[in-house]
């Protein structure tokens, strides 16, 4: 089965730092792999989906942004955080051969001061 | 549009005491998938359960059960028995077919109390 990797697990970066999350997926090739963020106390948000190398689609318009450099890396960025990206940062990715299931890392937590 | 509803935010009971989530749901595909998935305080999203439109038969898992329903829209889970380390945040989610997406529900988070 797969394992995702979320670094780091906490962050604290002061507004108008740049950003840098990583996810990495192991046991599984071409994943589907998306980027959540969940607000405190708050639903989950789509942000980001790649369906392959070098392939982003954003749901939402913000401050953010994703790359796939490599089948089973994908990296959520920013040139200046913003208050607002404060939040719980999710990666998942489906399995090959369960497509319509995503599966979910351990998160990692941004806290922008 | 696809839409999940979980009307109950928070739900408290005892520990022993049987809970059911409710979660209702909108889309206009014949083919779609509902989920559960558990957030522990740890954060990670836990998948429980995956259910396509075409299979309305419940199911039942140790203490865990899901109940859906088409004709009302809904896909209901209930813990029987409760325990302590059933407090967590569960959320609903829907996909319609192979889409690139789900639509999550807000969550309702449980504490069980002992």
């Known amino acids: 089965s797969q394992t995702i990797h979320q670094w780091p697990a906490t962050l604290v970066q002061p507004v108008g730092s740049p950003l840098s999350l990583e996810c990495t997926v192991e046991?599984?090739?071409?994943?589907?792999l998306y980027w959540y963020r969940q607000a405190a106390g708050r639903g989950l948000q789509l942000l980001f989906y790649s369906v392959g190398i070098g392939q982003i689609s954003s749901e939402v318009p913000q401050n953010l942004s994703a790359s796939r450099p490599q089948d089973r890396q994908f990296i959520l960025s920013s040139k200046k955080l913003l208050l607002s990206d404060s939040g719980f940062y999710l990666c998942a990715c489906n399995r090959e051969e369960r497509p319509e299931t995503q599966y979910f890392g351990p998160g990692t937590r941004l806290l922008v001061l | 549009a696809q839409k999940v509803t979980q009307a109950q935010t928070e739900i408290s009971v005892v520990e022993k005491e049987d809970v059911t989530l409710d979660c209702v749901y909108e889309t206009r595909d014949t083919t779609y998938y509902l989920f559960w998935y558990k957030q522990p305080p740890s954060g990670e999203l836990v998948f429980l359960i995956r259910r396509n439109s075409f299979d309305e038969q419940n199911e039942i898992s140790g203490r865990y059960s899901w109940n859906f329903q088409k004709s009302t829209s809904s896909f209901n889970f209930t813990i029987t028995a409760s325990q302590v380390v059933d407090s967590a945040v569960y959320f609903c989610a829907l996909m319609q077919n192979y889409g690139q997406n789900f639509v999550f529900g807000p969550g309702t988070r449980l504490s069980v109390l002992p």
């Open positions: 046991g599984t090739s071409n994943p589907n």
